[in-house]
């Protein structure tokens, strides 16, 4: 079983910026991909970014490319989403995911393991 713990969402400002946390329990993630999804009221949940644990590979949604960086702490085995030049349409829940395959997909039903989702409002 691995837990995960999202942090760090809130009102914000159009153009600016959030980081938001997934702290991990319960298993080494070495072998495992480690995703953020969003979903904002009314719409299914969308892929964000993606990480492979392992080598550290990072993929991203076009709509959030060159604005949103993945990364990960193996020390704290956290996974980061920084979010720079938010726009209102990047407000939703954003939930972290767990894939322990290590396979990266854009499809939420590729992924084991799910975090309780953290609020991100971007006002315009």
């Known amino acids: 079983q691995v837990q995960l713990v999202e942090s760090g969402g809130g009102l914000v400002q159009a153009g600016g910026s959030l980081r938001l946390s997934c702290a991990a329990s319960g298993r080494t993630l070495s072998s495992c991909s480690m995703a953020w999804f969003r979903q904002a009221p009314g719409k299914e949940r969308e892929f964000v970014a993606a990480?492979?644990?392992?080598?550290?590979?990072?993929y991203y949604a076009e709509s959030v490319k060159g604005r949103f960086t993945i990364s990960r702490d193996n020390a704290k085995n956290t996974v980061y989403l920084q979010m720079n030049s938010l726009k209102a349409e990047d407000t939703a829940v954003y939930y972290c995911?767990?894939?322990?395959?290590?396979?990266?997909?854009?499809?939420?039903?590729?992924?084991?393991?799910w975090g309780q989702g953290t609020q991100v409002t971007v006002s315009s």
């Open positions: 990480i492979i644990w392992s080598g550290g590979n990072t």
């Open positions: 995911a767990a894939d322990m395959s290590a396979q990266v997909t854009g499809w939420d039903s590729d992924y084991d393991y």
